[in-house]
């Protein structure tokens, strides 16, 4: 099974199928345990380990490059 920054990069492609040999028990069996990363997602933010916060400082400017991005008629559709 992919890992979860390799599932990110496959939705973001929107790659239809996928095809894998070891699955997420032979990856914890020689070190590469993705359960935390998993047990964290599913936590709301403010229960996260790993502090996430919203940074309105400079939200206008962010937003202002989404719409631009969004206004591309040469972009990608996601």
């Not at 599913?42 to 989404?66: G, N």
């Amino acid at each position: 099974m992919p890992c979860p920054m390799c599932m990110s990069a496959i939705f973001w492609s929107r790659i239809k199928k996928i095809h894998y040999a070891c699955d997420a028990a032979d990856a914890e069996a020689i070190g590469f345990d993705d359960q935390e990363f998993y047990r964290q997602l599913a936590k709301p933010l403010a229960e996260r380990a790993i502090p996430v916060v919203q940074d309105k400082t400079c939200y206008d400017e962010a937003l202002a490059c989404y719409r631009s991005w969004a206004d591309n008629d040469k972009r990608t559709p996601y």
